[in-house]
């Protein structure tokens, strides 16, 4: 969780929504990963992912869900804005379907290898890059 605190910051204004089973600020490991980032970055912590998406919906942003489904877009094509509200799944269990149906926008990072499975802390770089591409390209 250290590098999405580090990488929400290098994309600052941003925030951090943990769900689930996962290390919160205050964790020993998590400061050590997150470098202090943890300490300048807003963040929310729900039980459920489902609830941070209906949380993040309620105040006008639009929920996207990144994870790779058959109607899903290639996140260089998908009309997503800088200000909308990203979903990364766990690594072993993807977003739940209640979240991907409730969700505004499917996006995936298109590849070309034949495995499909990136570390989660890049594909958030990756995202993380194509929305600071996007906020300069103004």
Not at 33 to 55: C, K, L, V, Y
Not at 115 to 126: H, T, Y
Request: charged fraction near 20%; aromatic fraction near 8%.
């Amino acid at each position: 969780m250290g590098s999405a605190f580090r990488t929400a910051e290098a994309v600052y204004p941003s925030a951090v929504f943990l769900c689930g089973v996962c290390a919160v600020p205050g964790n020993r490991k998590l400061a050590h990963s997150a470098r202090g980032t943890q300490n300048s970055i807003p963040w929310m912590r729900f039980e459920r992912a489902e609830d941070a998406a209906e949380w993040a919906s309620a105040t006008g942003r639009r929920i996207i869900a990144v994870e790779r489904t058959a109607g899903s877009v290639s996140m260089l094509d998908a009309g997503f804005l800088p200000s909308d509200a990203f979903v990364f799944g766990n690594e072993a269990l993807g977003i739940s379907k209640a979240v991907l149906d409730r969700s505004d926008m499917v996006i995936h990072f298109p590849q070309s290898g034949f495995r499909d499975c990136l570390n989660v802390a890049s594909v958030i770089a990756m995202v993380a890059c194509e929305i600071q591409r996007r906020r300069l390209r103004g």
